[in-house]
Protein backbone atom coordinates (compact mmCIF):
# COMPACT_ATOMS: atom_id res chain seq x y z
CA UNK A 1 0.00 0.00 0.00
CA UNK A 2 1.60 3.38 -1.12
CA UNK A 3 1.77 6.41 1.88
CA UNK A 4 0.43 8.51 0.14
CA UNK A 5 -2.11 6.82 -0.99
CA UNK A 6 -3.42 7.13 2.80
CA UNK A 7 -4.07 10.71 2.15
CA UNK A 8 -7.23 9.07 0.61
CA UNK A 9 -8.52 8.81 4.73
CA UNK A 10 -8.16 12.46 4.99
CA UNK A 11 -10.37 13.45 2.17
CA UNK A 12 -13.10 10.64 2.75
CA UNK A 13 -12.77 9.89 6.55
CA UNK A 14 -10.88 7.31 8.80
CA UNK A 15 -13.98 5.41 9.36
CA UNK A 16 -17.46 6.87 8.05
CA UNK A 17 -20.48 5.31 7.52
CA UNK A 18 -19.47 3.19 4.45
CA UNK A 19 -16.54 1.92 6.59
CA UNK A 20 -18.39 1.09 9.17
CA UNK A 21 -20.94 -0.75 6.92
CA UNK A 22 -18.24 -2.62 4.88
CA UNK A 23 -16.27 -3.44 8.68
CA UNK A 24 -19.19 -5.12 10.30
CA UNK A 25 -20.37 -6.86 7.18
CA UNK A 26 -16.86 -8.75 6.34
CA UNK A 27 -15.73 -9.32 10.11
CA UNK A 28 -19.49 -10.92 10.16
CA UNK A 29 -17.93 -14.10 9.06
CA UNK A 30 -15.03 -14.17 11.39
CA UNK A 31 -17.86 -15.41 14.13
CA UNK A 32 -18.02 -18.45 12.02
CA UNK A 33 -14.13 -19.04 11.46
CA UNK A 34 -14.16 -18.57 15.51
CA UNK A 35 -17.04 -21.89 15.44
CA UNK A 36 -15.16 -24.18 13.23
CA UNK A 37 -12.00 -23.43 14.94
CA UNK A 38 -12.98 -24.82 18.14
CA UNK A 39 -16.34 -26.71 17.10
CA UNK A 40 -14.52 -30.26 17.99
CA UNK A 41 -14.47 -29.40 21.50
CA UNK A 42 -18.44 -30.81 22.14
CA UNK A 43 -18.37 -32.88 18.39
CA UNK A 44 -15.43 -35.04 19.14
CA UNK A 45 -16.51 -35.87 22.80
CA UNK A 46 -15.75 -39.20 24.44
CA UNK A 47 -18.65 -40.42 27.08
CA UNK A 48 -18.30 -42.70 29.63
CA UNK A 49 -18.59 -45.86 27.55
CA UNK A 50 -18.17 -50.10 27.88
CA UNK A 51 -17.54 -52.91 25.77
CA UNK A 52 -20.96 -54.69 24.48
CA UNK A 53 -22.14 -58.18 25.26
CA UNK A 54 -23.48 -60.69 22.94
CA UNK A 55 -26.95 -61.22 24.70
CA UNK A 56 -29.34 -59.56 25.80
CA UNK A 57 -28.62 -58.20 29.92
CA UNK A 58 -31.01 -59.12 32.94
CA UNK A 59 -29.12 -57.95 35.70
CA UNK A 60 -26.10 -55.62 36.43
CA UNK A 61 -23.80 -54.97 39.28
CA UNK A 62 -21.57 -52.13 40.29
CA UNK A 63 -20.14 -52.44 43.70
CA UNK A 64 -23.06 -52.51 46.13
CA UNK A 65 -25.40 -51.54 43.20
CA UNK A 66 -28.19 -53.36 40.95
CA UNK A 67 -30.27 -52.62 38.44
CA UNK A 68 -31.79 -54.24 35.56
CA UNK A 69 -30.68 -51.34 32.80
CA UNK A 70 -27.14 -50.16 32.40
CA UNK A 71 -28.60 -46.63 31.94
CA UNK A 72 -29.29 -46.36 35.69
CA UNK A 73 -25.94 -47.02 36.14
CA UNK A 74 -23.77 -43.99 34.43
CA UNK A 75 -24.60 -41.97 37.55
CA UNK A 76 -22.82 -44.61 39.75
CA UNK A 77 -20.02 -45.20 37.40
CA UNK A 78 -17.30 -42.91 38.28
CA UNK A 79 -13.94 -44.41 37.38
CA UNK A 80 -12.41 -45.76 34.35
CA UNK A 81 -10.79 -48.43 37.14
CA UNK A 82 -14.32 -49.54 37.35
CA UNK A 83 -15.85 -52.83 35.86
CA UNK A 84 -19.59 -54.08 35.82
CA UNK A 85 -21.08 -57.54 36.45
CA UNK A 86 -24.03 -58.48 34.13
CA UNK A 87 -25.95 -61.38 33.67
CA UNK A 88 -27.30 -62.16 30.35
CA UNK A 89 -30.63 -64.24 29.34
CA UNK A 90 -28.79 -67.58 28.87
CA UNK A 91 -27.14 -67.42 32.26
CA UNK A 92 -23.67 -66.54 31.76
CA UNK A 93 -22.17 -63.97 33.47
CA UNK A 94 -19.83 -61.00 31.83
CA UNK A 95 -17.15 -58.65 33.67
CA UNK A 96 -17.06 -55.72 31.49
CA UNK A 97 -14.74 -52.70 31.10
CA UNK A 98 -13.72 -49.92 28.82
CA UNK A 99 -11.49 -51.92 26.38
CA UNK A 100 -12.07 -55.54 27.23
CA UNK A 101 -14.52 -57.99 28.83
CA UNK A 102 -14.55 -61.69 31.05
CA UNK A 103 -16.49 -64.25 30.74
CA UNK A 104 -16.64 -66.49 34.17
CA UNK A 105 -16.47 -70.15 33.43
CA UNK A 106 -17.22 -71.28 36.88
CA UNK A 107 -19.83 -68.63 38.13
CA UNK A 108 -23.35 -69.86 39.15
CA UNK A 109 -24.64 -66.78 40.72
CA UNK A 110 -24.42 -63.20 40.36
CA UNK A 111 -21.65 -61.14 42.79
CA UNK A 112 -19.56 -58.43 42.15
CA UNK A 113 -15.83 -60.28 43.23
CA UNK A 114 -15.13 -62.85 42.01
CA UNK A 115 -11.35 -65.18 41.62
CA UNK A 116 -12.41 -68.24 39.11
CA UNK A 117 -11.53 -68.93 36.05
CA UNK A 118 -11.89 -65.87 33.32
CA UNK A 119 -11.46 -65.88 29.67
CA UNK A 120 -10.94 -62.32 28.62
CA UNK A 121 -11.85 -61.13 25.08
CA UNK A 122 -12.15 -57.86 23.09
CA UNK A 123 -14.80 -55.58 22.50
CA UNK A 124 -15.60 -57.11 19.15
CA UNK A 125 -19.59 -56.16 19.79
CA UNK A 126 -18.89 -52.91 20.14
CA UNK A 127 -19.19 -50.53 22.63
CA UNK A 128 -22.17 -49.19 25.29
CA UNK A 129 -22.14 -45.35 25.43
CA UNK A 130 -23.62 -43.11 28.12
CA UNK A 131 -25.97 -40.76 25.82
CA UNK A 132 -27.14 -38.53 29.02
CA UNK A 133 -25.03 -35.64 28.04
CA UNK A 134 -24.47 -36.22 24.02
CA UNK A 135 -26.58 -37.93 22.10
CA UNK A 136 -24.16 -38.78 19.75
CA UNK A 137 -20.64 -37.69 18.51
CA UNK A 138 -17.85 -38.76 16.50
CA UNK A 139 -16.38 -40.74 18.90
CA UNK A 140 -19.63 -42.79 19.39
CA UNK A 141 -20.44 -43.01 15.42
CA UNK A 142 -17.30 -44.31 14.30
CA UNK A 143 -16.06 -45.98 18.00
CA UNK A 144 -13.09 -43.85 18.44
CA UNK A 145 -12.07 -44.99 21.67
CA UNK A 146 -9.43 -47.13 23.31
CA UNK A 147 -7.28 -48.87 20.28
CA UNK A 148 -8.69 -46.11 18.27
CA UNK A 149 -8.62 -43.37 20.79
CA UNK A 150 -5.55 -41.52 18.61
CA UNK A 151 -7.92 -40.78 15.73
CA UNK A 152 -10.36 -38.87 18.04
CA UNK A 153 -7.78 -36.70 19.32
CA UNK A 154 -5.90 -36.04 15.79
CA UNK A 155 -9.28 -34.52 14.71
CA UNK A 156 -7.73 -30.64 16.44
CA UNK A 157 -4.62 -30.96 15.60
CA UNK A 158 -5.28 -32.17 11.52
CA UNK A 159 -7.91 -29.30 11.51
CA UNK A 160 -5.33 -26.96 12.38
CA UNK A 161 -2.72 -27.85 9.49
CA UNK A 162 -5.59 -27.26 7.28
CA UNK A 163 -5.74 -23.87 9.27
CA UNK A 164 -1.64 -23.61 8.31
CA UNK A 165 -2.37 -24.32 4.95
CA UNK A 166 -5.14 -22.21 4.14
CA UNK A 167 -3.00 -18.81 5.54
CA UNK A 168 0.03 -19.62 3.43
CA UNK A 169 -1.83 -20.67 0.01
CA UNK A 170 -5.03 -18.26 0.56
CA UNK A 171 -2.85 -15.18 1.75
CA UNK A 172 -0.86 -15.74 -1.81
CA UNK A 173 -3.53 -15.75 -3.86
CA UNK A 174 -5.64 -12.45 -2.52
CA UNK A 175 -2.71 -10.42 -3.23
CA UNK A 176 -2.78 -11.58 -7.15
CA UNK A 177 -6.58 -12.17 -7.66
CA UNK A 178 -8.09 -9.32 -5.29
CA UNK A 179 -9.45 -9.63 -1.91
CA UNK A 180 -12.85 -10.05 -2.76
CA UNK A 181 -12.62 -12.78 -4.92
CA UNK A 182 -11.10 -15.09 -2.37
CA UNK A 183 -13.42 -13.68 0.65
CA UNK A 184 -16.06 -14.71 -1.92
CA UNK A 185 -14.95 -17.88 -2.81
CA UNK A 186 -13.45 -18.80 0.85
CA UNK A 187 -16.98 -17.63 2.93
CA UNK A 188 -19.03 -19.78 0.11
CA UNK A 189 -16.21 -22.99 1.19
CA UNK A 190 -17.03 -22.13 4.68
CA UNK A 191 -20.68 -22.91 4.19
CA UNK A 192 -20.70 -25.51 1.55
CA UNK A 193 -17.73 -27.75 3.41
CA UNK A 194 -19.45 -26.84 7.00
CA UNK A 195 -22.71 -28.41 6.19
CA UNK A 196 -20.91 -31.39 4.30
CA UNK A 197 -19.11 -32.21 7.34
CA UNK A 198 -22.37 -33.37 9.26
CA UNK A 199 -23.33 -35.91 6.04
CA UNK A 200 -19.81 -37.56 6.21
CA UNK A 201 -19.96 -41.61 6.28
CA UNK A 202 -16.77 -42.24 7.63
CA UNK A 203 -13.93 -40.84 9.84
CA UNK A 204 -11.65 -40.65 6.97
CA UNK A 205 -13.99 -38.32 4.83
CA UNK A 206 -14.44 -36.82 8.24
CA UNK A 207 -11.35 -35.54 8.72
CA UNK A 208 -10.74 -34.89 4.80
CA UNK A 209 -13.52 -32.53 4.82
CA UNK A 210 -12.97 -30.75 7.89
CA UNK A 211 -9.20 -30.29 6.29
CA UNK A 212 -10.79 -28.78 3.96
CA UNK A 213 -13.02 -26.62 6.12
CA UNK A 214 -10.19 -25.40 8.03
CA UNK A 215 -8.11 -24.30 4.86
CA UNK A 216 -11.12 -21.81 3.72
CA UNK A 217 -11.94 -20.75 7.17
CA UNK A 218 -8.11 -19.53 7.54
CA UNK A 219 -7.89 -17.74 4.24
CA UNK A 220 -11.10 -15.90 5.25
CA UNK A 221 -9.71 -15.08 8.43
CA UNK A 222 -6.32 -13.67 6.60
CA UNK A 223 -7.82 -11.43 4.11
CA UNK A 224 -10.61 -10.38 6.23
CA UNK A 225 -7.83 -8.95 8.32
CA UNK A 226 -6.42 -7.39 4.98
CA UNK A 227 -9.17 -6.26 3.89
CA UNK A 228 -10.69 -4.02 6.62
CA UNK A 229 -7.39 -2.62 7.09
CA UNK A 230 -7.01 -1.07 3.52
CA UNK A 231 -10.38 0.43 3.93
CA UNK A 232 -9.88 1.53 7.85
CA UNK A 233 -7.84 4.68 7.70
CA UNK A 234 -5.20 5.23 10.29
CA UNK A 235 -6.69 6.73 12.99
CA UNK A 236 -8.90 4.20 13.61
CA UNK A 237 -6.78 1.12 11.99
CA UNK A 238 -5.54 -0.11 15.42
CA UNK A 239 -8.86 -0.70 17.17
CA UNK A 240 -10.60 -2.14 14.18
CA UNK A 241 -8.18 -4.74 13.34
CA UNK A 242 -7.70 -5.76 16.34
CA UNK A 243 -11.22 -6.28 16.97
CA UNK A 244 -11.65 -8.51 14.13
CA UNK A 245 -10.42 -11.25 17.01
CA UNK A 246 -13.37 -9.97 19.12
CA UNK A 247 -15.74 -11.18 16.32
CA UNK A 248 -13.51 -14.44 16.83
CA UNK A 249 -14.41 -14.90 20.16
CA UNK A 250 -18.04 -14.35 19.72
CA UNK A 251 -17.91 -17.65 17.53
CA UNK A 252 -16.35 -19.58 20.03
CA UNK A 253 -18.93 -18.29 22.72
CA UNK A 254 -21.53 -19.54 19.64
CA UNK A 255 -20.24 -22.80 20.27
CA UNK A 256 -20.97 -23.12 23.65
CA UNK A 257 -24.67 -22.48 23.16
CA UNK A 258 -24.81 -24.54 20.34
CA UNK A 259 -23.46 -27.09 21.80
CA UNK A 260 -25.53 -26.47 24.89
CA UNK A 261 -28.76 -26.89 23.01
CA UNK A 262 -28.20 -29.62 20.21
CA UNK A 263 -26.70 -33.11 21.26
CA UNK A 264 -26.46 -34.70 18.07
CA UNK A 265 -23.24 -33.94 16.04
CA UNK A 266 -24.14 -34.28 12.88
CA UNK A 267 -27.03 -31.46 13.65
CA UNK A 268 -24.90 -29.42 15.95
CA UNK A 269 -22.45 -29.02 12.78
CA UNK A 270 -25.29 -28.24 10.51
CA UNK A 271 -26.76 -25.31 13.07
CA UNK A 272 -22.88 -24.34 13.24
CA UNK A 273 -22.26 -23.58 9.31
CA UNK A 274 -25.39 -21.71 9.24
CA UNK A 275 -24.66 -18.81 10.54
CA UNK A 276 -22.42 -18.30 7.56
CA UNK A 277 -25.44 -18.62 5.15
CA UNK A 278 -26.52 -14.88 5.77
CA UNK A 279 -22.78 -13.58 4.66
CA UNK A 280 -22.57 -15.92 1.64
CA UNK A 281 -26.03 -14.13 0.23
CA UNK A 282 -24.81 -10.61 0.65
CA UNK A 283 -20.94 -11.06 0.46
CA UNK A 284 -21.70 -10.09 -3.30
CA UNK A 285 -21.61 -6.80 -2.78
CA UNK A 286 -18.93 -5.80 -1.15
CA UNK A 287 -16.72 -3.90 -3.33
CA UNK A 288 -13.18 -4.27 -4.10
CA UNK A 289 -9.99 -2.28 -1.96
CA UNK A 290 -9.62 0.68 -4.10
CA UNK A 291 -5.76 0.38 -3.02
CA UNK A 292 -5.58 -3.42 -4.21
CA UNK A 293 -7.24 -1.75 -7.69
CA UNK A 294 -4.58 0.99 -7.56
CA UNK A 295 -1.70 -1.22 -6.93
CA UNK A 296 -3.21 -3.40 -10.52
CA UNK A 297 -3.67 0.09 -12.26
CA UNK A 298 -7.62 -0.01 -12.52
CA UNK A 299 -7.69 3.45 -11.44
CA UNK A 300 -11.24 3.97 -13.00
CA UNK A 301 -12.47 1.14 -10.99
CA UNK A 302 -10.95 2.67 -7.77
CA UNK A 303 -12.31 5.58 -8.52
CA UNK A 304 -15.66 4.33 -9.08
CA UNK A 305 -15.31 2.63 -4.90
CA UNK A 306 -14.20 6.14 -4.14
CA UNK A 307 -16.97 7.98 -5.25
CA UNK A 308 -19.64 5.61 -3.30
CA UNK A 309 -17.17 6.41 -0.08
CA UNK A 310 -17.44 10.12 -0.80
CA UNK A 311 -21.45 9.63 -1.54
CA UNK A 312 -22.10 7.10 1.88
CA UNK A 313 -19.69 9.64 3.98
CA UNK A 314 -21.84 13.02 2.89
CA UNK A 315 -18.00 14.46 2.13
CA UNK A 316 -18.45 17.72 -0.27
CA UNK A 317 -14.98 17.56 -1.59
CA UNK A 318 -14.78 14.97 -4.27
CA UNK A 319 -11.80 13.35 -4.10
CA UNK A 320 -9.77 12.32 -7.20
CA UNK A 321 -7.69 9.28 -7.23
CA UNK A 322 -5.61 11.09 -10.19
CA UNK A 323 -4.17 14.00 -7.53
CA UNK A 324 -2.88 10.70 -5.19
CA UNK A 325 -1.60 9.03 -8.12
CA UNK A 326 0.08 12.67 -9.59
CA UNK A 327 1.56 12.54 -6.08
CA UNK A 328 2.98 9.22 -5.47
CA UNK A 329 4.70 9.91 -9.11
CA UNK A 330 6.23 13.26 -7.60
CA UNK A 331 7.90 11.62 -4.70
CA UNK A 332 8.73 7.94 -6.49
CA UNK A 333 11.09 10.56 -8.96
CA UNK A 334 12.36 12.52 -5.90
CA UNK A 335 13.88 9.34 -4.31
CA UNK A 336 15.40 8.10 -7.40
CA UNK A 337 17.28 11.76 -7.75
CA UNK A 338 18.21 11.59 -4.14
CA UNK A 339 21.48 10.31 -2.00
CA UNK A 340 19.61 6.75 -2.20
CA UNK A 341 19.15 5.11 -5.17
CA UNK A 342 16.36 2.75 -5.47
CA UNK A 343 16.19 1.53 -8.62
CA UNK A 344 17.40 -1.08 -7.70
CA UNK A 345 15.26 -3.50 -5.78
CA UNK A 346 17.10 -5.86 -3.37
CA UNK A 347 14.73 -9.44 -3.00
CA UNK A 348 15.65 -10.15 0.79
CA UNK A 349 14.57 -13.90 2.78
CA UNK A 350 14.19 -15.43 5.89
CA UNK A 351 18.03 -15.01 6.55
CA UNK A 352 17.20 -11.12 6.66
CA UNK A 353 15.73 -11.76 10.25
CA UNK A 354 18.79 -12.73 11.41
CA UNK A 355 20.56 -9.60 9.85
CA UNK A 356 23.18 -9.02 12.54
CA UNK A 357 23.25 -10.26 16.60
CA UNK A 358 20.32 -7.47 17.75
CA UNK A 359 18.13 -8.59 14.64
CA UNK A 360 18.54 -12.57 15.17
CA UNK A 361 17.55 -12.48 18.74
CA UNK A 362 14.85 -9.79 18.09
CA UNK A 363 13.20 -12.37 15.95
CA UNK A 364 13.69 -15.08 18.38
CA UNK A 365 12.07 -13.49 21.08
CA UNK A 366 8.78 -12.19 18.65
CA UNK A 367 8.77 -16.12 17.56
CA UNK A 368 8.50 -17.12 21.30
CA UNK A 369 6.07 -14.91 21.31
CA UNK A 370 3.97 -15.70 18.80
CA UNK A 371 4.89 -19.47 19.50
CA UNK A 372 3.38 -19.08 23.19
CA UNK A 373 0.60 -16.65 22.29
CA UNK A 374 -1.32 -19.54 20.44
CA UNK A 375 -0.61 -22.27 22.62
CA UNK A 376 -2.01 -20.73 25.15
CA UNK A 377 -4.75 -19.36 23.66
CA UNK A 378 -5.63 -22.97 22.76
CA UNK A 379 -4.50 -24.36 25.68
CA UNK A 380 -7.13 -22.17 27.76
CA UNK A 381 -9.81 -23.00 25.44
CA UNK A 382 -10.12 -26.90 25.26
CA UNK A 383 -8.99 -27.31 28.65
CA UNK A 384 -11.59 -24.90 30.16
CA UNK A 385 -14.43 -28.18 29.08
CA UNK A 386 -12.45 -30.30 31.51
CA UNK A 387 -12.32 -27.74 34.39
CA UNK A 388 -15.66 -29.35 36.18
CA UNK A 389 -18.47 -27.71 36.53
CA UNK A 390 -20.98 -26.33 33.54
CA UNK A 391 -18.26 -27.12 30.44
CA UNK A 392 -20.93 -25.22 27.94
CA UNK A 393 -20.86 -22.12 30.80
CA UNK A 394 -17.22 -22.53 30.79
CA UNK A 395 -16.41 -22.50 26.94
CA UNK A 396 -18.84 -19.37 26.83
CA UNK A 397 -16.62 -17.45 29.56
CA UNK A 398 -13.47 -17.96 28.14
CA UNK A 399 -14.82 -16.86 24.61
CA UNK A 400 -16.05 -13.94 26.16
CA UNK A 401 -13.46 -12.66 28.69
CA UNK A 402 -11.59 -11.83 25.24
CA UNK A 403 -13.53 -8.76 24.10
CA UNK A 404 -12.37 -6.85 27.27
CA UNK A 405 -9.04 -8.37 26.73
CA UNK A 406 -8.77 -6.60 23.05
CA UNK A 407 -10.27 -3.42 24.85
CA UNK A 408 -7.00 -3.66 27.25
CA UNK A 409 -4.24 -4.40 24.61
CA UNK A 410 -6.06 -1.13 22.29
CA UNK A 411 -5.09 0.95 25.33
CA UNK A 412 -2.44 -0.41 26.63
CA UNK A 413 -0.23 -0.12 23.30
CA UNK A 414 -1.65 3.92 23.15
CA UNK A 415 -0.79 4.60 26.91
CA UNK A 416 1.78 2.32 28.35
CA UNK A 417 3.93 0.86 24.96
CA UNK A 418 3.54 -2.33 23.27
CA UNK A 419 6.81 -3.74 25.41
CA UNK A 420 5.25 -1.89 28.58
CA UNK A 421 1.90 -3.64 28.12
CA UNK A 422 3.36 -7.38 26.41
CA UNK A 423 5.81 -7.96 29.37
CA UNK A 424 3.79 -8.04 32.15
CA UNK A 425 0.95 -9.88 30.82
CA UNK A 426 2.88 -12.11 29.64
CA UNK A 427 4.61 -13.01 32.97
CA UNK A 428 1.06 -12.47 34.64
CA UNK A 429 0.06 -15.46 32.12
CA UNK A 430 3.10 -17.46 33.95
CA UNK A 431 1.87 -16.45 37.32
CA UNK A 432 -1.79 -17.21 37.05
CA UNK A 433 -0.56 -20.93 35.55
CA UNK A 434 1.11 -21.44 38.83
CA UNK A 435 -1.96 -20.34 40.38
CA UNK A 436 -4.03 -22.91 38.38
CA UNK A 437 -2.00 -25.55 39.82
CA UNK A 438 -2.11 -24.65 43.13
CA UNK A 439 -6.10 -24.62 43.23
CA UNK A 440 -7.47 -28.20 44.66
CA UNK A 441 -9.35 -29.81 41.96
CA UNK A 442 -12.65 -29.97 44.17
CA UNK A 443 -12.79 -25.74 43.49
CA UNK A 444 -14.37 -25.58 40.12
CA UNK A 445 -15.19 -22.05 40.01
CA UNK A 446 -12.31 -20.85 41.03
CA UNK A 447 -10.73 -23.13 38.35
CA UNK A 448 -12.61 -21.48 35.60
CA UNK A 449 -12.27 -17.93 37.12
CA UNK A 450 -7.94 -18.39 37.07
CA UNK A 451 -8.51 -19.90 33.81
CA UNK A 452 -10.81 -16.84 32.58
CA UNK A 453 -7.81 -14.94 34.20
CA UNK A 454 -4.71 -16.73 31.81
CA UNK A 455 -7.27 -16.33 28.94
CA UNK A 456 -7.62 -12.80 29.23
CA UNK A 457 -3.53 -12.10 30.09
CA UNK A 458 -2.71 -14.33 26.54
CA UNK A 459 -5.28 -12.63 24.87
CA UNK A 460 -3.43 -9.05 25.15
CA UNK A 461 -0.31 -10.32 24.55
CA UNK A 462 -1.45 -12.61 21.31
CA UNK A 463 -3.54 -9.45 20.20
CA UNK A 464 -0.60 -7.12 20.50
CA UNK A 465 1.91 -8.70 18.91
CA UNK A 466 0.49 -8.39 15.02
CA UNK A 467 1.11 -4.41 15.70
CA UNK A 468 4.51 -4.92 17.51
CA UNK A 469 6.26 -7.47 15.16
CA UNK A 470 4.91 -5.05 12.28
CA UNK A 471 6.71 -2.15 13.92
CA UNK A 472 9.70 -3.38 15.27
CA UNK A 473 11.36 -4.61 11.59
CA UNK A 474 11.89 -2.21 8.60
CA UNK A 475 9.98 -2.23 5.71
CA UNK A 476 12.10 -4.03 3.53
CA UNK A 477 11.21 -7.20 5.38
CA UNK A 478 7.60 -5.88 7.31
CA UNK A 479 5.67 -8.42 5.46
CA UNK A 480 7.96 -11.19 5.92
CA UNK A 481 8.33 -10.65 9.98
CA UNK A 482 5.30 -10.90 10.10
CA UNK A 483 4.54 -13.68 7.84
CA UNK A 484 6.98 -15.85 9.46
CA UNK A 485 5.20 -15.06 13.13
CA UNK A 486 2.40 -16.36 11.98
CA UNK A 487 3.68 -19.71 10.82
CA UNK A 488 5.18 -19.98 14.47
CA UNK A 489 1.64 -19.11 15.52
CA UNK A 490 0.24 -21.94 13.41
CA UNK A 491 2.66 -24.07 14.84
CA UNK A 492 1.48 -23.57 18.01
CA UNK A 493 -1.89 -24.45 17.43
CA UNK A 494 -0.85 -27.61 16.38
CA UNK A 495 0.75 -28.49 19.01
CA UNK A 496 -2.13 -26.91 21.73
CA UNK A 497 -3.98 -30.14 21.66
CA UNK A 498 -1.45 -32.71 22.10
CA UNK A 499 -0.35 -30.53 24.99
CA UNK A 500 -4.07 -30.90 26.49
CA UNK A 501 -3.66 -34.39 25.89
CA UNK A 502 -1.06 -34.36 28.07
CA UNK A 503 -3.34 -34.22 31.70
CA UNK A 504 -3.08 -37.87 31.12
CA UNK A 505 0.37 -37.86 32.34
CA UNK A 506 -0.28 -35.04 35.02
CA UNK A 507 -3.38 -32.84 35.26
CA UNK A 508 -1.59 -29.72 35.14
CA UNK A 509 0.87 -30.58 32.51
CA UNK A 510 -0.92 -28.18 30.16
CA UNK A 511 -0.59 -25.18 32.62
CA UNK A 512 3.10 -26.22 33.39
CA UNK A 513 4.29 -25.74 29.62
CA UNK A 514 2.23 -22.63 28.92
CA UNK A 515 3.46 -21.04 32.00
CA UNK A 516 7.42 -21.78 31.28
CA UNK A 517 6.88 -20.56 27.66
CA UNK A 518 4.90 -16.93 28.86
CA UNK A 519 7.49 -16.76 31.84
CA UNK A 520 10.50 -16.96 29.09
CA UNK A 521 8.37 -14.91 26.14
CA UNK A 522 7.92 -12.26 29.67
CA UNK A 523 12.02 -12.01 30.20
CA UNK A 524 12.89 -12.23 26.58
CA UNK A 525 10.84 -9.10 25.67
CA UNK A 526 12.13 -6.80 28.07
CA UNK A 527 15.01 -6.87 25.70
CA UNK A 528 12.81 -5.67 22.94
CA UNK A 529 12.73 -2.02 21.94
CA UNK A 530 9.91 0.11 22.54
CA UNK A 531 8.14 1.21 19.54
CA UNK A 532 5.76 3.69 20.86
CA UNK A 533 5.90 7.27 18.79
CA UNK A 534 9.37 6.12 17.54
CA UNK A 535 9.43 6.24 13.78
CA UNK A 536 9.03 3.65 11.57
CA UNK A 537 12.39 1.96 10.04
CA UNK A 538 13.56 1.43 6.42
CA UNK A 539 16.29 -0.83 6.24
CA UNK A 540 17.92 -3.55 8.26
CA UNK A 541 20.33 -0.92 10.13
CA UNK A 542 17.95 1.25 10.71
CA UNK A 543 16.13 -1.34 13.00
CA UNK A 544 18.82 -2.76 14.51
CA UNK A 545 19.70 0.67 15.78
CA UNK A 546 16.20 0.68 17.60
CA UNK A 547 16.61 1.16 21.19
CA UNK A 548 20.38 2.45 20.95
CA UNK A 549 20.92 5.87 21.43
CA UNK A 550 21.82 5.94 17.39
CA UNK A 551 18.49 5.94 16.18
CA UNK A 552 17.72 9.51 17.71
CA UNK A 553 19.00 10.17 13.81
CA UNK A 554 16.32 8.47 12.65
CA UNK A 555 13.77 11.34 11.34
CA UNK A 556 13.19 11.00 7.93
CA UNK A 557 10.03 8.50 8.18
CA UNK A 558 7.17 9.58 10.33
CA UNK A 559 6.33 8.39 13.64
CA UNK A 560 4.87 5.01 14.21
CA UNK A 561 1.40 4.45 14.84
CA UNK A 562 -0.82 2.29 16.08
CA UNK A 563 -2.64 1.96 13.24
CA UNK A 564 0.35 0.63 10.76
CA UNK A 565 -0.17 -0.88 7.93
CA UNK A 566 0.08 -4.49 8.00
CA UNK A 567 0.44 -5.35 3.36
CA UNK A 568 -0.36 -9.07 4.49
CA UNK A 569 -1.91 -10.08 7.97
CA UNK A 570 -2.59 -13.20 9.17
CA UNK A 571 -4.86 -14.24 12.47
Not at 148 to 177: C, H, N, S, Y
Request: proline residues 3%; glycine residues 6%.
Amino acid sequence: MAPHWERLFDSVGHFGRFQACVYFASVFQSISCGIHYLASVFMAVTPKFLCSVPGNVTSILLNNSSSSRIEDIWTLWTSAKNYIVVQLENGEIWELDQCSRSKREDSLYLAYEYSGNKSVSSCSDGYIYDHTKWKSTIVTEWDLVCHREWLAKLTQPTFMFGVLFGAVIFGGMADRVGRRYIMWFTSTGQFLFGVAVAFTFDYYSFVIIRFLLAMVSSGYLVVVFVYVTEYVGIKARTWASMHVHAFFAVGVMAVALVGFLVRTWWIYQIFLSITTLPFVLCCWMLPETPFWLLSEGRYEEAQKVVDVMVRWNKVSTPCKISELCSVQQDDLVSCRTGDNDISTVKKHNILDLFYNWHIARRTITVWMIWFTGSLGYYVFSLSSVNLGGNEYLNLFLIGAVELPAYVVACIGMDKLGRRNTLTPFLISSAVICVLIMLIPQDFSILSVLANMAGKFTIGVAFGLIYLYTAELYPTVVRSLAVGSGSMMCRVGSIVAPFCVYLTSVWIFMPQLLVGIMAFLSGMLTLMLPETLGKPLTNTLAEAAELGTNKNSCLGKSPPAQSGVVLEKIDA
